[in-house]
C-alpha cells in the first residue's frame, strides 16, 4: 500500500541536487498501488508531478502538489528463436537492465549504457547514444491512464517516435504513467561501433571482434570520461538536444563555420553537435556562481554546491543566447524544467 509524506525535499530525489520540496511525496512499488493512489481523495485535491530517477528535470521551485515516484521493479524474458522480448518495470535503474540484457547475451541496447534514469521514462524520451535509438528496440510499454484508471499496452505506431520525442511528451503528455516497457532484442548481435569513439577505445583496449559486452565496457569508459557522476556532482546529463536544422540553414551555419560538426539524419536534414556549439562561445568547463558547464563536455550543465535552480536555468538561457547569436541557431532544452 502506497504511503503519503508531507513536506518532503526532493533533494535525494533529482540528480541536480536542487533542494526544493513537495508538499506531498508518495512512493509507488505496482500496478494496485498505482491505482489505488489515484482513487483516492489526495490525487484529486492536487497537482500530480511524476518521477522516476529524477535526471531529466530542473527544479527552480517548491513543488505545491503531490509528487508520485515510480518504483515498480521487476525484469522477464521471453525468448524464442533468435528474438528476446525483455519485459522491465518502470522503476528500474535504465543501467541496470542493460547489465541485464549484456549479461543474458540479449543485443540491442549495449550502446545505450549508462545513460541515467529509470525505464519508465526511455520510451518518454526516445533516448538514445551512439547511433541508437530506444525506438530501434522498443516492442510496446503498458501505462495507467489517469482520467479513467484503466491500462493500455502502446505499440510502436502508437507512441509516435521522434528525436527525443513521443507521444508522452506531446498529446498524452500528464495522462498516462508508463508502468512497464518490453524490448524487441536478439541473442545474435548486430554489433554497432560506428558512431563517437567507440572503435578507437576499442582499439586502445586490443579488442578486434568486439561482443555485447565490449561495445557496453568501451560506451560506459566513453561516458564515464566525459560525463561527472551525479552522486559526486549535480547534474541531468546532456542538458540540451543537438539541433536538427534544414540544410538551406546548414548552408549558412557551414558558409561561415566551415569546421562545424554535423551528421545527416534520415529525414535529410542535418544534426549538429549542441557540445561543440557551446564549446565554441566558449563555455566549457566555465563557472558561474555555483553553476557551470562540466570541464570535459560543453553539453552537460553542473551544480558545483548550493545552486538555486534558477540560477541553472539562467546559466541555460545565457548559452542558448549566446549559440544563436553566433551560429544563428537556436538551442533546446532537454531536460524538462519545473
Known amino acids: 500500500m502506497f504511503h503519503i509524506q508531507e513536506n518532503i525535499s ?3 530525489y533529482n540528480s541536480f541536487g536542487i533542494d526544493v520540496k513537495a508538499s506531498f511525496f508518495a512512493e509507488i512499488f505496482s500496478e494496485n498501488d498505482l491505482k489505488a493512489l489515484f482513487e483516492s481523495e489526495i490525487v484529486k485535491s492536487n497537482l500530480i508531478l ?6 531529466n528535470m530542473l527544479f527552480t521551485k517548491d513543488f505545491d502538489g503531490l509528487v508520485v515516484k515510480m518504483s515498480i521493479k521487476g525484469i522477464s524474458n521471453e525468448i524464442a528463436g533468435e528474438t528476446v ?3 522491465a518495470g518502470a522503476g528500474e535503474v535504465w543501467n541496470d537492465l542493460v547489465n541485464y540484457c549484456v549479461e543474458h547475451g540479449f543485443a540491442g541496447i549495449e550502446n545505450l549504457s549508462l545513460i541515467p534514469g529509470t525505464v519508465g521514462a526511455s520510451p518518454i524520451q526516445n533516448i ?6 530506444l525506438k530501434d528496440v522498443f516492442e510496446s510499454c503498458t501505462a ?11 505499440n510502436y505506431e502508437e507512441c509516435h517516435f521522434g528525436y527525443r520525442e513521443s507521444v508522452f511528451k506531446a498529446r498524452l503528455k500528464g495522462k498516462y504513467i508508463i508502468t512497464s516497457v518490453t524490448f524487441n532484442l536478439s541473442t545474435q548481435p548486430n554489433i554497432n561501433t560506428s558512431y563517437g569513439a567507440i572503435e578507437a577505445e576499442l582499439e586502445k583496449r586490443g579488442v578486434q571482434k568486439p561482443n555485447i559486452a565490449d561495445v557496453s565496457a568501451a560506451v560506459s569508459h566513453i561516458r564515464v570520461s566525459k560525463l561527472p ?3 559526486t556532482i549535480g547534474n541531468a546529463g546532456s542538458f540540451f538536444k543537438n539541433p536538427v536544422i534544414e540544410k538551406y540553414e546548414f548552408a549558412d551555419v557551414v558558409a561561415n563555420h566551415p569546421d562545424v560538426v554535423h551528421y545527416p539524419t534520415a529525414e535529410g536534414k542535418v544534426k549538429l553537435a549542441a557540445g561543440w556549439l557551446i564549446e565554441q562561445c566558449g563555455w566549457k568547463g566555465k563557472i558561474v556562481g555555483e553553476t557551470g558547464t562540466w570541464k570535459n563536455q560543453a553539453l552537460v550543465l553542473v551544480n558545483h554546491g548550493n545552486a538555486t535552480g534558477k540560477e541553472v536555468y539562467q546559466l541555460s538561457e545565457q548559452i542558448i543566447d549566446s549559440v544563436k ?7 533546446e532544452r532537454e531536460v524538462n524544467i519545473l
Open 128 to 133: 538514445g547514444a551512439y547511433g541508437v535509438e
Open 50 to 55: 511524476i518521477m522516476g530517477g529524477g535526471s
Open 144 to 154: 495507467f491512464e489517469i482520467e479513467t484508471g484503466t491500462f493500455k499496452t502502446f
Open 85 to 87: 522480448k525483455v519485459t
Open 325 to 331: 547569436s553566433t551560429f544563428g541557431v537556436t538551442l
Open 229 to 231: 557522476d551525479p552522486s
Open 10 to 12: 526532493l533533494k535525494p
